[in-house]
């Protein structure tokens, strides 16, 4: 599936300029999130994922530059408008103690509300439907942080579907949580996009990203080194360019994506020598 065009974009940068305490991370950046599809976020530690999904989201303002959401440039919509649209799940978010899984999910509801119109059956409605779509509304009344790692999780994602939003950014969903779990979230992730939801994350698990994303955006010292489908992106030699990872990119046995085997020094079978042919 191709990247997607401007006019197709739910969100979009351009010529990006962000950072953190007067250091440059991101500069002269331009990217398009397609519609409808998983586009996950990859490249080594401190490239600068976090901080575009950050910039995405208007947690972070660029210096120079526009972050596009639907068309119109995010810097002049309101907090709220941006909240209703767009949903963000940050890295180990954490929750009041004490506070139940039903009213975190609530909190998913605060842009919905003003002085004007307060909490009706309608948000109650929605706050219940979240919870089904996540698998979790037997949890509702269980604190938040009685529980597990990967339930958790569906619980914060259930808060991001309560704000009504069909754009989801997701930074490293599956931190902390074991193989078992992390499939089971990035399964939850695919069927939401399946219902028609644009899912934006960042992720370090080559292979997880691989597996569950349409689109696939490369970074390297803050700039995008390849972005599109994960058949047309991942090989051999990007891989070495961007992580500095020797590796075997071959077809997946269980599914229609590429699988990253890493070569390291230890348990790597040697080439084979190369036949010799003798002439009579």
């Given at each position: 599936m191709a990247s997607g065009g401007e006019d197709a974009a739910r969100l979009a940068t351009r010529d990006v300029r962000v950072g953190y305490g007067g250091r440059t991370v991101i500069d002269g950046l331009d990217v398009t999130i397609p519609p409808r599809v998983i586009t996950t976020i990859?490249?080594?530690?401190?490239?600068?994922?976090?901080?575009?999904?950050?910039?995405?989201?208007?947690?972070?303002?660029?210096?120079?530059?526009?972050v596009v959401l639907d068309g119109q440039d995010m810097a002049r919509l309101r907090t709220r408008d941006v909240a209703r649209k767009l949903g963000l799940l940050p890295q180990a978010p954490v929750a009041p103690e004490g506070l139940t899984v039903a009213?975190?999910?609530?909190r998913g509801r605060h842009p919905h509300q003003s002085w004007l119109r307060q909490w009706s059956s309608d948000d109650?409605?929605?706050?219940?439907?979240?919870?089904?779509?996540?698998?979790?509304?037997?949890?509702?009344d269980r604190p938040v942080d009685s529980l597990?790692?990967?339930?958790?999780?569906r619980v914060w994602i259930s808060m991001t579907l309560a704000q009504g939003t069909d754009?989801?950014?997701?930074?490293?969903?599956?931190?902390?949580?074991?193989?078992?779990?992390?499939?089971?979230?990035?399964?939850?992730?695919?069927?939401?996009?399946?219902?028609?939801?644009?899912?934006v994350m960042v992720l370090h698990d080559l292979n997880l990203a691989t597996r569950y994303s349409d689109n696939l955006v490369v970074?390297?010292?803050?700039?995008?080194?390849?972005?599109?489908?994960?058949?047309?992106?991942i090989t051999a030699e990007l891989l070495h360019d961007?992580?500095?990872?020797q590796?075997?990119?071959?077809?997946?046995?269980?599914?229609?994506?590429?699988?990253?085997?890493?070569?390291?020094?230890?348990?790597?079978?040697?080439?084979?020598?190369?036949?010799?042919?003798?002439?009579?």
């Amino acid at each position: 599936m191709a990247s997607g065009g401007e006019d197709a974009a739910r969100l979009a940068t351009r010529d990006v300029r962000v950072g953190y305490g007067g250091r440059t991370v991101i500069d002269g950046l331009d990217v398009t999130i397609p519609p409808r599809v998983i586009t996950t976020i990859i490249g080594p530690n401190g490239c600068g994922k976090s901080t575009l999904l950050r910039t995405l989201s208007r947690l972070l303002r660029p210096a120079r530059g526009t972050v596009v959401l639907d068309g119109q440039d995010m810097a002049r919509l309101r907090t709220r408008d941006v909240a209703r649209k767009l949903g963000l799940l940050p890295q180990a978010p954490v929750a009041p103690e004490g506070l139940t899984v039903a009213d975190l999910v609530a909190r998913g509801r605060h842009p919905h509300q003003s002085w004007l119109r307060q909490w009706s059956s309608d948000d109650a409605a929605v706050v219940q439907r979240a919870l089904a779509m996540t698998g979790v509304p037997d949890l509702a009344d269980r604190p938040v942080d009685s529980l597990s790692g990967g339930q958790r999780q569906r619980v914060w994602i259930s808060m991001t579907l309560a704000q009504g939003t069909d754009l989801l950014l997701l930074d490293e969903p599956t931190t902390y949580l074991d193989l078992a779990h992390a499939i089971d979230v990035l399964d939850l992730v695919d069927d939401l996009h399946e219902s028609g939801c644009t899912v934006v994350m960042v992720l370090h698990d080559l292979n997880l990203a691989t597996r569950y994303s349409d689109n696939l955006v490369v970074m390297k010292d803050g700039s995008i080194l390849a972005q599109g489908h994960p058949r047309d992106v991942i090989t051999a030699e990007l891989l070495h360019d961007a992580f500095g990872l020797q590796a075997k990119v071959i077809d997946d046995p269980v599914g229609d994506r590429p699988l990253v085997v890493p070569i390291g020094r230890a348990h790597v079978q040697p080439a084979p020598e190369p036949a010799h042919v003798t002439s009579n």
